[in-house]
């Protein structure tokens, strides 16, 4: 996103695209399916064969065990007839006073949406990444569904039985009492297409002095906080998109943690989107008190529909003195078939402030879906002693693209950051690294470490880098690394003669390659992250 941070913040430049990025073979769009020749195979064999014998492509691909193991369905791409309450396509003044009115808003969040709403209508929609998509028709877009049997918010027991197996199958159970038998609790919201359908351990955590529901529900009643902080670190005139959420936000998490206070569990919010030609524009804003510590997981997942749909979703971190927010999320959207017919356009912005002293925030991401991807969470280091760390995993496959990075903006003093950021692209898809690092006058003795590394696997796909350094301050120390690297025909073959097969040969490599970034993982997400990379490369080596 072109994100633009006010007091003087630079934005960033817009690269011009390469003729090489500008082909023909990427069209998606809302309404039409792409089309490619039937001799475009874009195929890399990896069998080394010694006898001599010409062997073909489609024999490769029939025997090839490696390429049996990736070719696997996205399992949670099926669709749930539930009944739901849908307003008509379309965006306009009347759409924005509806939502608003249907989640029974109080006068000052009507107003910040309809001049958020006034602010989309005067901006461009930003064309400078390497993404390349056709124009969206806003217009074509639904922008508010829910389950008309929606439960009340005190209990997850109480939600709809076809909600319940439908989240079973997802493998996200909603009965509190199951997830209670856990050896680790975790307090869970679930977001269905545009309502938050319940929240989990509220009552744990109240006792504890812990704030966890859904935006809606903390706007009215908690609006003097979520008024102070609303807006505070993402603008609704920040970008493009930030200004759409602001205007049709639809529901979202709430966290605030007091003072001297360690969140008691983990907390989660777990996003779907299940109607089609429906947008998503949740809103998350996490709040971290002096001294106080939370760490938020994210997970999400949709149908595998032949058309597109728009996701658009701002999330704010806000940190006081000696406070420490940690992130995780695996960004599982459906990433369209293998010819790059569907998927979802993922348009992000995520941003946190470390405000007070000493304070802490870090993100940790794997982005595995969506046929666009366009996000960079970023910190602002504005209390002195603050730290900020960005470990990322991108991994694109088909046709998939994504324009992903972090910005770390050091404003106090002594102020560090981290950033490490791995980028696979396999297929056709194109996976770009933008990162900016900015150190301002008065940031003495700023630290940063970067690293960013890309690997491709077969012949076709692409990785570009754009990292951007910027120091006003001769104290700073910036160290930016980076490689690029290619699986190749030899390593594979170099596993194999030591007996090792295809198939833990790729998991051995990419694991290595991603060992920085998963270890920063927390232990919930293990399994899903190993099952992620076999299922993501589908295709790809054959």
Known sequence: MAALLSNGISPFSPQPIPELCKGTLFHPSFKSPITRSSNSRGVLKIRADSSGKNT?????????????????????????????????????????????????????MLKFRLKSYERFCNMKEPKWSDNQYPRIDFQDICYYSEPKKKPTLNSLDEAAPELIRYFDKLGIPLNERNRLA???????????????????????????????????EAVREYPDLVRKYFGRVVPADDNFYAALNSAVFSDGSFVYIPKNTKCPMQISTYFRINAMETGQFERTLIVADEGSSVEYLEGCTAPSYD?????????????HTGAEIKYSTVQNWYAGDAQGKGGI????????????????ISWTQVETGSAITWKYPSVVLEGDESVGEFYSVALTNNYQQADTGTKMIHKGKNTKSRIISKGISAGHSRNCYRGLVQVLSNS???RNSSQCD?????????????????????????EHEATTSKIGDDQLFYFQQRGIDYEKAMASMISGFCRDVFNELPDEFGAEVNQLMSLKLEGSVG
Request: proline share 4%.
């Open 56 to 108: 073909s492509t489609a024999d490769v691909v029939d025997v090839d065990p490696l390429q049996k193991f990736l070719k696997r369905d996205y399992k949670w791409g099926f669709t749930q007839e539930i009944d739901s309450f849908s307003i008509p396509k379309g965006l306009s003044e009347e759409t924005v006073r509806f939502i608003s009115s249907r989640k029974g808003e109080p006068d000052w």
């Open 182 to 216: 856990n050896v680790k609790p975790m307090a869970l919201d679930v977001v269905f297409d545009s309502v938050s359908i319940a929240t989990s351990h509220r009552k744990t955590l109240e006792e504890a002095g812990v704030i966890f529901c859904s935006i809606s």
């Open 307 to 319: 058309t597109n749909q728009l996701h658009a979703a701002v999330v704010e971190l806000y940190c």
């Open 345 to 360: 356009f993922n348009f992000v912005t995520k941003r946190g402030l470390c405000a007070g002293a000493r304070s802490r």
């Open 444 to 446: 003495d003795n700023a």
């Open 454 to 478: 890309s690997m491709l696997i077969g012949n076709n796909a692409a990785a570009n880098t754009y990292p951007y350094i910027q120091t006003k301050n001769p104290s700073a120390r910036v």
